[in-house]
């Protein structure tokens, strides 16, 4: 299976996130990471992963503008999506909220079949390696799609 990791990033954070889904799956698929800018066809991803950090209680532009630009491909797709954000920190409390304005801005973008969703706690370039791990596991479990 040939999967794709399409992220973007301020300040590091769901870049490592990006590499390391990369480094945990590229042993049983084909696997790339590329930033939104970096590539510009989604035509040989069979399994699109999409990683966006939350700005100002959406997810970062340049991620919602590459779903956008990149719909009628994805119709095709099997896509997984993570988020990165502080609010996670505040559990159940916030469930509600960053289901209705970090990860439905996505999905509404999305035409394809999703086949997975995460949140992770992520702080500005700094990841806890609990996030990294579960980010690991999750990308893992995609690959029986
Ligand atoms: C200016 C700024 C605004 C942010 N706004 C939010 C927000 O509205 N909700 C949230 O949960 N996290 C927010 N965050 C936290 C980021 O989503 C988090 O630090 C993430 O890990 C950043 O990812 P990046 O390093 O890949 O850019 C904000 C961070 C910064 C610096």
Request: glycine residues 8%; neutral net charge; hydrophobic residues 40%.
């Amino acid at each position: 299976m040939k999967v794709c990791i399409v992220y973007d990033s301020r300040h590091g954070t769901t870049e490592k996130v990006a590499k390391a889904v990369k480094e945990a799956i590229e042993r049983y698929a084909s696997v790339e990471a590329y930033k939104v800018h970096e590539i510009t066809t989604l035509e040989d991803c069979e399994l699109v992963i999409v990683g966006a950090p939350i700005y100002y209680e959406r997810p970062l532009r340049s991620v919602l503008e590459f779903l956008e630009e990149h719909s009628d491909e994805l119709k095709k797709k099997k896509v997984a999506i993570f988020v990165v954000c502080f609010a996670v920190a505040f559990g159940s409390l916030v469930g509600w909220h960053i289901q209705n304005h970090y990860i439905k801005p996505l999905k509404e973008r999305i035409h394809g079949e999703i086949v997975g969703t995460l949140v992770l706690r992520g702080g500005i370039g700094d990841i806890g390696e609990g996030e990294i791990e579960k980010a690991k596991r999750w990308a893992f479990r995609l690959l029986d799609f």
